[in-house]
């Protein structure tokens, strides 16, 4: 595949020498006030065709007010724009006779009355900066006729989206979307930004994300994730539009899937429902690579297809999984300045899986290997209902609420079958089980937040409760058998039923009071009070071959424990806040109990700590587009009641847990920092970043294995855990009139350092590991799109024990991605992708080529596309993977999805803005 990979390259260059290296040009100039001659920074600059006014480049003015405009185009002559907020629009003709055009000083005049209004609305910039503020005006970025928004933010200046919709500004993830403002279904961005098309977007917002608190106090939010929100156009906020798929195919594999979202102004209503058998979230409409189901061919992690919304899963999991999914959303704002955003989704999910592991354990004084066949069937059905509620009661006091109720009930089996054996290759055990679990879990979760501003210097007071209360029960049928050999060969036999509640409640109540101290610099007093509950109880029968039922109560497996966990905070803390440096300091101690008592088993522990807490943040942006960033802060986190449980758990007789009731909290000193640095000029940029920390007391498993190789683990605490990773990345894009070539180097690395043990002895295990990657994407003229892409896993893992054997292996994929939009009405899509591990035990597959195939024709005025789809075309499709842990290295593969050809129908109705009577009907 290499040799491949590099012909397409040289094709590439090939194709860019002629297109792209021509007729470069350079324009600089200077910017400033009129009246008062001082420089006007973050002035947008572009050049527009005289023709059809499109985007031939652009650029930002720096802090001195100078800009330098580079670009390549075939256009002899073109209008040079200049646009400041407040300010007059500045126009004049270039002619491009030239390689370096120097300008002569440009003043801009300010707004003053309606029609210079009228004017900087007529005259919109491609790109404008609003203190920390990008705003992309859609209509400046060209695409093709049917482009969705995700189209159109790939095209944006420092964005990229990679294959699974993961959209990443400046290096920085998004993790937010908002339409006009208010969340979409979730803010899962593959629904917003792939179901709304360009067509009716007005512009494009991006933003560092923000709590709503920070949102109207004003106070600057520590995130470095990114909001995205997605203004509509006004005449085009009106109306209804949406979609529906149909399509079914061979091995009776079907999808079938519509959204619909009707707009009328402050209000929104979107339904939206799927189901499918591929291994689908069943909510992307794209239309090419939509409905391929999972591109699960994983070599060194399993990558199935799965989709979440606000942590709820809509089908995919390893094996084959059938899914149902249904959900409406409402948005509504009152003449009282009262809004609501409430939505509701259900899900169905019925997955069946078998898998095959091979394991190498690794003991202080040997080894022994595990082989095991296993088949999971699982139907789960999930409901859930969420809202926000905002009231505004004057411009200095609101009301946040946020309820959330979710329901899950399932069904699951599994049986396993299971050997160990010695290093000459003899059995040492056995065994058979079969697992069927009926479950149902309960969460509910309220947040409350009471904000009051005082005078205009950013001086408030916030007042915030949360309550989360869990309820999970279970009942767990399991029949095993195991068979150990050797000189003291037996067979031991379990029927149990095991009946499981468990309930959780956590409470926490904060209050947050700012005092400005002068200009810019606020002292922030706050205290904070949580307190969780658990309680685990756990009932153990054995079957009663007298009374054929499970009455026969095991004390000896059986538990009934709660979990005390209380904590005060008490912090003060300094905040700067400029529009350029923003400095957080904050320190505080954190006091906490642990208490855990055990009624069956008539155990009991308290424990109580002190800690400091501590919280700094520094931003600083150096300059539009180039900003630094740092955070440290110390963590403190309890164990759980699974650990803390003093009982052994059978389920799996070979595999056997206890829980250690004297488990310490774990404390964790973090820190993280980052640099980007976007140049408009070259339309290139650059993010490099680092995480690291080191944990005291962290919950750490402790294995022993007897002589007939049955393994039964329990927790205690160690110190010097270390953990480390970072990465950089650099992308630029090459354009010329509607043709260009964009293209991204990464580099990921970490290193981690933990302590196991292994029969009583304690070891450290040193991992570390690095992935360099490269990705292209050209596009001509919107006819034709190549991406290309290749990446590389390096992992290295050292032990302390000299018996023990480092490992090391890595995994290669290529990947090639290309659509043609030409002929007109025809889309062609080809997903190819190979990957390559190396070290995988003999007997699993190691190597496949993955290919997916669509052919797309447009009819009905575009309103509606028959599909062809051919999903892993070669029949090579597969779901290997290596684990390489303290104490074993696994192989394992497992089911997916086979090839498979579907044909579908997608049509589309989109009737937003005209006569508003026409809607009354909703």
């Known amino acids: 595949m290499n040799k491949p990979f590099i012909t397409l390259l040289i094709v590439l260059c090939t194709l860019l020498s002629g297109n792209l290296f021509a007729q470069e040009f350079e324009i600089k100039g200077s910017i400033v006030d009129s009246t008062t001659k001082l420089p006007l920074e973050s002035a947008t600059v572009y050049l527009q065709t005289l023709k059809d006014s499109s985007l031939i480049t652009y650029t930002i003015s720096d802090k001195e007010g100078k800009f330098e405009l580079a670009g390549r185009t075939q256009q002899k002559e073109a209008n040079l724009f200049v646009t400041f907020t407040g300010f007059k629009p500045h126009q004049q003709k270039i002619t491009l006779d030239q390689s370096v055009i120097t300008l002569p000083q440009i003043g801009m005049e300010m707004a003053t009355d309606e029609l210079d209004a009228v004017q900087i609305t007529a005259i919109k910039a491609p790109i404008t900066v609003k203190k920390d503020t990008l705003e992309f005006n859609a209509d400046s970025f060209k695409t093709r006729p049917d482009a969705t928004v995700e189209d159109l933010i790939k095209q944006l200046p420092g964005v990229e989206v990679d294959s699974d919709g993961k959209i990443k500004v400046n290096g920085k993830e998004v993790n937010k979307i908002l339409v006009n403002g208010k969340p979409f279904f979730g803010n899962d961005p593959n629904i917003a930004t792939k179901n709304l098309t360009k067509e009716i977007v007005d512009k494009i917002q991006v933003t560092t994300t923000k709590s709503e608190s920070e949102e109207f106090t004003g ?3 520590t995130s470095e994730e990114q909001t995205i929100n997605i203004e509509l156009k006004e005449d085009q906020n009106k109306g209804f539009f949406g979609r529906a798929t149909v399509s079914g195919g061979t091995d009776e594999r079907y999808a079938m899937s519509g959204i619909g979202n009707y707009f009328n102004d402050k209000q929104r209503i979107s339904v939206l429902g799927s189901k ?18 999972s591109t699960a061919n994983s070599i060194s992690r399993s990558s199935n297809g799965s989709f979440s919304i606000n942590g709820q899963s809509f089908g995919g999991g390893q094996g084959i999984t059938t899914t ?7 948005v509504d704002e009152y003449e009282d300045k009262t809004e609501i955003v409430a939505d509701y989704f259900y ?4 997955s069946e899986n078998e898998s095959r592991v091979e394991r190498e354990n690794i003991l202080p004084d040997g080894r022994f290997f595990t082989n095991s066949r296993s088949t999971f069937l699982n139907k789960n059905d999930n409901h859930r209902a969420s809202a926000e509620l905002q009231f505004e009661i004057d411009s200095t006091f609101k009301i946040y609420v946020r309820p959330n109720f979710q329901f899950t009930e399932g069904e699951n089996f599994s049986s396993r079958t299971e050997e160990s054996l010695d290093e000459d290759g003899n059995t040492l055990n056995t065994g ?27 001086a408030f007071l916030r007042i915030g409760t949360n309550g989360n209360f869990i309820n999970n029960t279970s009942d767990n049928f399991l029949n095993t058998t195991n068979e150990i050999f050797g000189t003291m ?34 002292l922030d007093v706050e205290y904070r009070f949580s307190n969780r509950r658990e309680r685990n109880d756990r009932r153990v029968f054995d079957f009663n071959n007298t009374t054929n039922t499970y009455d026969d109560f095991n004390e000896s497996l059986s538990s009934d424990l709660r979990v005390n966990f209380q904590t005060h905070l008490p912090r003060i803390g300094i905040n700067y806040e400029t529009e350029k440096l923003y400095l957080s300091f904050n320190t505080g101690l954190f006091i906490s109990e642990l208490e855990n008592e055990e009624f069956i088993q008539n155990t009991s522990v308290r424990s109580t700590f002190s800690d400091i807490n501590i919280n700094g943040y520094m931003r600083y942006r150096i300059k539009q587009g180039m900003s630094i960033y740092f955070n440290y802060n110390t963590r403190t986190q309890a164990p759980r009641a699974q650990q803390l449980q003093p009982v052994a758990n059978v389920s799996n007789p070979l595999n056997i847990t206890v829980g250690n009731p004297n488990l310490n909290r774990e404390f964790s000193h973090n820190m993280y920092a980052n640099f980007n640095n976007y140049d408009f000029k070259t339309q290139s940029g650059f993010f490099v970043w680092f995480s690291g920390g080191f944990t005291n007391d962290q919950i750490v498993p402790v294995s022993v294995t007897d002589e007939n190789r049955i393994r039964t ?15 950089g990345s650099f992308s630029k894009t090459i354009k010329k009139d509607s043709t260009s070539l964009r293209y991204n180097v990464g580099l990921y690395g970490n290193y981690n350092k933990n302590f ?8 450290s295990t040193e991992r570390s590991g690095f992935t360099p990657s490269v990705r292209l994407t050209y596009n001509y003229k919107e006819v034709l799109e190549i991406e290309p892409s290749y990446n590389v896993n390096f992992n290295t893992t050292t032990y302390s024990l000299e018996n023990f054997d480092n490992e090391s292996f890595q995994a290669h994929t290529v990947g090639l991605k290309t659509t043609t939009y030409w002929p007109k009405n025809i889309v062609f899509g080809n997903d190819l992708r190979y990957t390559y591990q190396t070290n995988v035990a003999p007997g699993f597959e190691r190597s496949s080529l993955f290919w997916n195939m669509s052919l797309g024709l447009k009819i009905l005025n575009d309103k509606g596309t028959i599909k062809l789809t051919a999903y892993d075309l070669l029949d090579q499709n597969i779901n290997t993977r290596r684990t390489v842990t303290a104490d074993f290295i696994q192989d394992s593969q497992s089911t997916v999805l086979q090839r498979y050809f579907m044909l579908g129908f997608t049509y589309k109705i989109n009737k937003v803005g005209g006569n508003k009577n026409k809607f009354e009907v909703f």
Do not use: H, W
């Open 489 to 522: 060969p037996s067979v031991e036999t379990r029927d149990q039923l095991t009946d499981t509640e468990s309930k959780e409640n956590n409470i926490s109540a904060d209050i947050e009071y700012r005092i400005p101290l002068k200009e810019k610099l606020f």
């Open 432 to 458: 058979v089980s079969s697992d069927f679990t009926e479950s149902e879990r309960r969460n509910a979760t309220a947040d409350i937040d009471i904000i009051k501003k005082f005078g205009s210097k950013g």
């Open 219 to 221: 106070k600057q939010g």
């Open 324 to 330: 149902t999914n249904g959900g409406i959303s409402f």
């Open 347 to 350: 899900s169905r999910a019925d």
């Open 276 to 293: 499918n058998n591929i291994n689908s979230s069943g909510f992307s409409f794209d239309e090419i690579y939509d409905m391929m189901g």
């Open 713 to 727: 683990t329990t927790y205690t605490n160690v110190d010097g855990i270390i953990r480390a990773n970072g990465g």
């Open 756 to 763: 196991n043990f292994s029969n009583g002895v304690k070891f």
